[in-house]
């Protein structure tokens, strides 16, 4: 799928969270919850899976994340 990093928490499940990056395993809808909020089942590097709204995230490029947050370190520049 792709990957997201969580940017703002409007929920204690994504506090933790914020300013992490994660791999997007899942989709929710507003016809799927009772709250009709649209968004993301993500995985993180330690194996958690929570949920966030689409609201709390912001797309992640793959270059330039640091490893600890999941994603490549930075190649060296020569």
């Keep these: 799928m792709h990957r997201v990093r969580v940017v703002r928490s409007f929920y204690?499940?994504?506090?933790?969270?914020?300013?992490?990056?994660?791999?997007?395993?899942?989709?929710?809808?507003?016809d799927s919850n009772e709250d009709a909020r649209d968004g993301y089942m993500v995985e993180f590097d330690d194996g958690t899976v929570i949920g966030v709204s689409e609201n709390e995230v912001e797309e992640a490029a793959d270059e330039g994340v640091p490893a600890e947050e999941g994603g490549a370190a930075p190649a060296a520049e020569a």
């Design 12 to 30: 204690a499940q994504s506090e933790p969270y914020v300013g992490r990056v994660g791999e997007v395993i899942g989709h929710w809808g507003a």
